[in-house]
């Protein structure tokens, strides 16, 4: 009896690899996804060398300021200029005692009077001195010198909610214009294309080149479905198989361009360093505050959470499909729902809560929403478990089909 169960599954599995590779060559011929691949992973490495030139434009700016200032009777700013032009460990060297004495930990000198041109004293900004974000930007750096981490140059302040909340929107400006941060290394960089949506982004290209995938092939009446039913591959077989090629196509797009581009960067700039401090919020110890995660952990989060949307959306792919049989229709109603989620109000439980990735990960939406409980986790479980209800209900709908066909043939054999 094993042994005949044991040919069985080996005789399924015959099947099912011939319908993987037909699926994929179908797919391929109305979609050159490789060469889709190409173009995203050249637009992300674009990407990059543009915030690179943005970088030494912004560098090359500030040490022209620096050098106006010193011809200035009123220069007052040290040896910040002196630190710039020697090296950049010089210059991060100065920023950070210049916090310190900016925080009150140690006493100023004339050389590090805790101000600087991107540190401004209270008195530029009407009495405002910073204070979280100083304590913040300063425990950073001690993390970083613990962990042996080079900053990201140039050295900026970590702005904090807690400080940006009480100014002005003309002060915002002023303060995020002279905090920037340019991430010149791999891992760095794909932390800013998460921050910058551009999963999101992809994940619209994918929809796309997916929408179509099961929705023509229900719209042919199944003619290639009962042809392999014929050839001895049940539904259920060709639906996981429809399941995989759909998600693996997504997985392709979101995926495949990142890890090239972030190949590339790193072979050339270096990938930077995955116990980089993260700004987060969470439990402290005290109560809900602001506390550090390590680039791993956002990114392997991230990564986690992006699974769990490809998923999400494979499987609402496949009922609408199912139910519509219109391959344009489902195609623009998965791209509604893609703009839907981006404008939606958070709500716990709502899948459409978890497609931007960085308020998620960083506990953002938690502190906005009041509630500790907006997490990956949660997040994570919420995709899974309504991919699940989805495909569920895809099966009943097909089950009852099916018995409504055979409905009216019962009742004349009677």
Do not use: C
């Amino acid at each position: 009896m094993a042994h005949l169960y044991s040919a069985s599954s080996t005789m399924e599995a015959m099947v099912m690899w011939p319908v993987w590779r037909f699926e994929i060559k179908k797919r391929n011929r109305r979609w050159p996804v490789w060469l889709l691949i190409g173009v995203l992973t050249a637009v992300l490495a674009g990407g990059f060398v543009r915030l690179q030139q943005q970088r030494s434009q912004y560098v090359q700016t500030y040490r022209t300021q620096l050098e106006k200032l010193s011809h200035s009777a009123v220069y007052t700013l040290g040896q910040e200029l002196t630190a710039f032009k020697q090296s950049p460990a010089a210059y991060s060297h100065w920023f950070y005692e210049s916090l310190r004495v900016r925080s009150g930990e140690k006493q100023g000198t004339k050389a590090i009077s805790g101000v600087g041109w991107r540190i401004p004293n209270g008195d530029e900004l009407k009495g405002m001195q910073l204070l979280s974000s100083t304590f913040l930007t300063i425990k950073a750096y001690q993390l970083m010198q613990k962990r042996h981490i080079t900053p990201m140059r140039p050295d900026s302040l970590i702005l904090s909610a807690d400080d940006l909340g009480t100014v002005s929107p003309d002060t915002v400006k002023f303060l995020r214009r002279n905090n920037q941060f340019f991430y010149e290394k791999a891992w760095y960089y794909i932390w800013d294309l998460v921050q910058q949506n551009v999963v999101f982004l992809l994940l619209a290209v994918g929809l796309i080149v997916t929408g179509r995938q099961w929705a023509k092939e229900v719209a042919n009446r199944n003619v290639h479905s009962n042809w392999l039913r014929l050839q001895g591959a049940a539904f259920s077989k060709q639906l996981l198989v429809e399941f995989g090629v759909i998600g693996y196509t997504l997985g392709q797009i979101v995926f495949i361009p990142i890890v090239l581009m972030g190949i590339i960067i790193g072979i050339i700039q270096g990938f930077g360093a995955l116990d980089y401090p993260v700004v987060a919020f969470g439990d402290t110890g005290l109560g809900f505050g602001s506390l550090f995660i390590e680039l791993g952990q956002y990114l392997g989060q991230a990564l986690l959470l992006s699974i769990g949307l490809i998923l999400f959306l494979t499987a609402v792919n496949l009922v609408l499909a199912d139910w519509l049989r219109n391959s344009w229709v489902v195609t623009a109603l998965q791209l509604i729902l893609l703009a839907v989620a981006w404008i939606a109000p958070p709500m716990r439980y709502s899948p459409l809560t978890y497609f931007k990735l960085d308020p998620v990960i960083t506990g953002t939406l938690a502190k906005q929403m009041d509630n500790a409980q907006y997490t990956t986790g949660l997040g994570l479980g919420v995709l899974i478990g309504n991919s699940a209800i989805l495909i569920a209900l895809m099966v009943v709908s097909r089950l009852i089909q099916g018995w409504l066909t055979r409905r009216p043939a019962m009742a004349v054999a009677q």
